[in-house]
């Protein structure tokens, strides 16, 4: 029976973290890229691989998680039969130190003193049966306290062996998935370098915006409409994401998650909220004049607004919340701002 609980924890635990590394193999062979030298379409696409990556990466996390928890269930039961079987080991101990007792004063009884004290042929064969039974009895109970210790020794060792696996695996995908983080990051990185480069370039050509693109309002009169976002896109000439034409585009392009809050970049009046076409839904404030120009700000492509036209609003005060209405590629902000009625690069404001 003992032997039995062994093979079945050993097959369990050792199955659970089986499973778990024939599933993670394939992410801990990739190795490293280097980057340096791809084109945008191929950072892209390598972003995508990643992207796809850690989704798969976070489903292997979870079943870990799922089958650790279900392993530690199992050494928990185990731990708690262990906990039993010592117990018993020691009654076994106990009795075998009887047997091994009775068995001594046995063997000092001579044949001849049984048929001494024997009142017949049926007494002294019944004797000398009880005499065999005990002997017989504590050679058993010897030899299977002999097997239990061994096989103890052997399924804590399997055990403990098992959690060193999971751990392991546990940790191995853990590390996959931060890496492959890491490179996302790292992507993201230059790709907002090479396109702060393209922007910079295109820009000057077509004359809308300075070489130092510095800005002309007083510090800090006009902050940035959000806290954490990626430019995605940036002001001057481009080409157009759905017509491939190359079009002037009046604005950054900030991306955050849907639903990430939009603040008032200064102090203003809401003047209008509404669907703006291939805008999509659109806020725009008036903060009148700042440093000699009349400012008006416009957040684009929202998933809804926190105030009504009409409200007037403090710097950094939520006005609205990031979405992908209209004519967008994804969750972000085409943040614009406009100076005496003409769009201005915001990269000085942000």
Known sequence: MVVKVVKRALVGI????????????????????????MSTSQLREALDALDQEQAELAIERATAEEKLAAAKEQLKTTKAQLADHRERL????????QFALQRY?????????????????GDIVEKMTVMQQVTNAADS?????????????????TE?????????????????????IAKSAKIVALLDQMARAAAASSALSSGHVSASSASILPSGSLRSPMSRYVITDYYG????????????HDAMDLA?????????????????????GSYGNRIIIDHGWIGGKHVVTSSNHLSGAAVSVGSVVSQGQVVAYVGT????TGCHNHYQIYMDGQTVNPSPYI
């Open 105 to 121: 004063q046995d063997r000092g009884m001579s044949t001849t003193a049984i048929l001494l004290t024997s009142g017949g042929n």
């Open 256 to 276: 955050a998650p849907c639903g990430t809050a939009i603040t008032a970049p200064a102090n203003g009046v809401v003047t209008d909220y509404y669907w703006g």
């Open 325 to 328: 209405t209209g004519s967008s």
């Open 90 to 97: 020691q009654d076994m101990e106990s009795q075998a130190a």
């Open 14 to 37: 050792l199955g659970t973290a089986l499973a778990i590394s024939v599933g993670f193999g394939a992410h801990v062979a990739q190795a490293d890229t280097s980057y340096a030298g």
């Open 160 to 180: 403990q062996n098992a959690v060193n696996v999971i751990e392991a695996e546990r940790a191995a995908i853990a590390a996959s998935e931060a890496e492959s």
């Open 141 to 157: 109970l010897i030899t299977s306290l002999l097997l239990a210790q061994s096989t103890l020794t052997e399924l804590e060792l």
């Open 237 to 248: 000439m481009r080409v157009h994401p759905f017509t491939g034409g190359w079009t002037f």
